[in-house]
Nanobody, 127 residues
Framework: QVQLVESGGGLVQAGGSLRLSCAAS????????MGWFRQAPGKEREFVAA???????YYADSVKGRFTIARDNAKNTVYLQMSSLKPEDTAVYYC?????????????????????WGQGTQVTVSS
């Protein structure tokens, strides 16, 4: 079992920045693909960013150039640095972990392929 705990959400003005963190339990963190997804009220959960065990990174077009995903295997933590935030970035952000060895973009950008999820952290961007 892997437990994921997100932190770093909050209220920020448009154009501002936030860094989300996700701390994972378990000894095999470095083998997992880690993803960030978000869900706004009344909308489906959507892919934001992912990083594979080999440090390949993938982003949704809506956040490319503004968000950066990174991992620190020594700390069992994945980060999402968010800059130039927009009101449409407002959502609950979820951290996820995939244990499978297949970690192509098509796989890691798809929520059903993840095995573990955090409880989510709220990000609110005011205009």
């Amino acid at each position: 079992q892997v437990q994921l705990v997100e932190s770093g959400g909050g209220l920020v003005q448009a154009g501002g920045s936030l860094r989300l963190s996700c701390a994972a339990s378990g000894r095999t963190f470095s083998n997992y693909a880690m993803g960030w997804f978000r869900q706004a009220p009344g909308k489906e959960r959507e892919f934001v960013a992912a990083i594979t065990r080999r440090d390949s990174t993938y982003y949704a077009d809506s956040v490319k150039g503004r968000f950066t995903i990174a991992r620190d295997n020594a700390k069992n933590t994945v980060y999402l640095q968010m800059s130039s935030l927009k009101p449409e970035d407002t959502a609950v952000y979820y951290c996820s972990a995939r244990a499978g060895t297949l970690q192509t973009r098509e796989v890691v950008a798809s929520a059903p392929h993840y095995d573990y999820w955090g409880q989510g952290t709220q990000v609110t961007v005011s205009s």
